[in-house]
Structure formats: structure tokens, C-alpha cells
């Protein structure tokens, strides 16, 4: 049987064709291709040059340029995280700064009077811009809220005494040893009967602290050096100075219509001569201008000697003890 044309008679190899060492081989085996590795185009068996493969971007010249649309979502999340923790940050901010208002709240509460004026002194000494907010924020004194202080002034004069197994002194020595706080409460004294005699104050309110202001100027000490007395003496004619004034604001203000009671009026009165006996006499030109301007109230005229004048049965005003019956007083007590 001949052979066909039309199929192709395979080729026989030999055994010893069939295997060959390595180092004798010098064909080209088929390489692997990795899924990942790009493909080269048929028929080119030449290496494309490895500066071809990667190219700076600054080296395209036909680099698209950047894009205008509009940003992702997720650039639009990172803006609200940002914004969240400027919230957050504003909130831990607000929150430490009531921490440290209630903390300085805590700490002012445990001062003292005198350490709170301390305080506040030193904070306008070191800024006097402050001096305006704290003269705007702090509220009117009132006769109530000065009287302590008062009294806290008075025990500081007492406390300046040397003591010794006879008393308080009252040599040249004691007296310069008081005589700070002794001026401390004079200027002290002086500042708020100009403020509580002022003609925005009501006539009550100026003779109630007259009154307060004049029983301090009766406690303080009388010196064996006459010199030394002379604070306290210029203290009484000032106070005699700031009755008078208030006795003609509050007959200014009857003019204006305003009325004052009976009792009221006779409360002043009664106080007034009580100072100037106390006094010995240092207040009675201010009796005058009381009688003057006001005495006609409670029944006195200013041609009347004193007030004892009012001690008439057949009077219909209300009684004042004058002078005399003042006395009298003390000598049956």
C-alpha cells in the first residue's frame, strides 16, 4: 500500500535526540507568561528599553490637566470631619473655660473681706483699665452694706493699741502707733458720708448715716496730748459740715413737694441735739439751720431757743426732751 499524500507521516525521533544536557542547549524555550505582565505584540522579539516603561509626569507633555469636576464624595466627608472637630475642639474650649470660672468662683468664695479687697486692689493696680467695669458692675453702697465695714475699721483702731496691765495708752507713743489705722478710718468714714449726704440720696438715707457716722466719731479715742486731738476735732466739724448740708437738701426737696412724717422729722431732731450734747457743743450750728428750714414740721420756730420748747402741754406736735430734760436723765439715773 503507498503512502498518502494527504496525511502528514510524523517524524520519528530517536531516543538519544530526545534528550539533550542543558549546557548543550541552544534553543529558545517558551517562557511563562504572568497574568499580570504586559503582553508584547507578535513578531517583535526586541526588549522595550526600561526608561520607556516609566516616565516622570513632569515629562508628558500631553498630561490631561487637572479635572474640574465636581469633588468626590469622599473629599466631601474629609470637609465635614474637619468641621466636626473644629466643633469639637469649640465645645472642649467653652466647656474648660466654665471649669475655670466655676474654679476661680470656688476660690473667691473661701476670701475674707479684707483678702477680696486685697484681691481686687492688686488686679487694678496691675490693670487700670479695670478700674471703669469694676465702678459700673459693682452695685451701690447702701447704709446696711457700709456698717459692717465700719465696724471692722473700728476693731483694726483697736487692735493698733499697745496694751499694757493699766489699759490701752493714750501717750504720744499709742497714738503713733494708732494713728494709721485711725486715718484709714477717718478717709473711710469721710468718703461715704459724702456719697449718702449727695442730693440724688433721700433725706432718710443721708440723716440715717449721718447718724451712724457720728456715733464712730464719739467712740474714737481722746489723747492726753491735746495736738493728737485734733483728727477727731476736724472729724466733728466736717459731720457738722454734711448735717447742714443735708438739712438744706431736704428742705430743697420740700419745696419741690415732697413731705416728710412728723416722726421722721422728729427722729432727726432728737438725733442732732443728742450729738451736740455728746460733743459738747460742736454741732450747734447745725441745730440753727435745722430749726430754720425744718423745725416748723414738728412745731419749732426758728425764734425758739432749743428744742425743748416742744415739751408744752397745749402743743399738738409730738414731744422732743430738749437739753434739760436730757440731763435731768442722767443725774436721776
Request: net charge neutral; with cysteine; aromatic share 8%.
Amino acid at each position: 500500500m503507498g503512502h498518502s499524500p494527504c496525511f502528514a507521516i510524523p517524524h520519528t525521533h530517536s531516543p538519544s535526540s530526545a534528550f539533550q544536557h542543558p549546557h548543550q542547549f541552544s534553543g529558545n524555550l517558551a517562557q511563562p507568561r504572568l497574568p499580570f505582565q504586559q503582553q508584547r505584540p507578535l513578531g517583535n522579539n526586541m526588549e522595550t528599553p526600561r526608561s520607556t516603561l516609566k516616565r516622570k509626569q513632569s515629562d508628558d507633555t500631553d498630561s490631561p490637566m487637572p479635572s474640574s469636576d465636581p469633588p468626590s464624595p469622599s473629599d466631601s466627608s474629609s470637609d465635614n470631619s474637619s468641621l466636626d472637630h473644629v466643633k469639637v475642639k469649640r465645645v472642649r474650649t467653652t466647656a474648660e473655660l466654665v471649669s475655670k470660672k466655676k474654679s476661680v468662683s470656688k476660690l473667691i468664695a473661701t476670701l475674707s473681706t479684707s483678702q477680696l479687697i486685697n484681691l481686687v486692689g492688686t488686679l487694678v493696680d496691675s490693670h487700670p483699665s479695670l478700674v471703669d467695669d469694676i465702678v459700673n458692675l459693682v452695685p451701690n453702697p447702701t447704709v446696711a452694706s457700709v456698717q459692717p465695714l465700719l465696724s471692722t475699721l473700728e476693731t483694726k483702731l483697736q487692735e493698733a493699741f499697745p496694751y499694757t496691765k493699766w489699759g490701752p495708752g493714750r501717750d504720744d507713743y499709742s497714738f503713733n502707733r494708732v494713728k494709721p489705722a485711725l486715718e484709714e478710718l477717718v478717709e473711710t468714714l469721710m468718703d461715704y458720708t459724702n456719697h449718702f449726704t449727695s442730693p440724688s440720696e433721700f433725706p432718710t438715707t443721708s440723716f440715717s448715716f449721718l447718724h451712724i457716722a457720728t456715733e464712730v466719731c464719739h467712740r474714737l479715742p481722746n489723747w492726753d496730748n491735746v495736738a493728737n486731738n485734733e483728727p477727731k476735732k476736724n472729724l466733728y466739724k466736717s459731720l457738722e459740715e454734711y448735717w447742714i448740708k443735708a438739712i438744706r437738701d431736704a428742705s430743697n426737696k420740700l419745696d419741690e413737694g415732697r413731705m416728710y412724717g412728723q416722726m421722721t422729722v422728729q427722729e432727726w431732731a432728737k438725733n442732732l441735739q443728742e450729738h451736740n450734747i455728746t460733743s459738747h457743743g460742736m454741732f450747734s450750728s447745725a441745730i440753727e439751720e435745722f430749726k430754720s428750714k425744718l423745725g416748723w414740721i414738728i412745731g419749732i420756730q426758728p425764734q425758739v431757743s432749743n428744742f425743748s420748747a416742744l415739751q408744752s402741754n397745749n402743743n399738738p406736735r409730738p414731744n422732743y426732751p430738749g437739753p434739760s430734760n436730757h440731763h435731768n436723765k442722767q443725774r436721776q439715773q
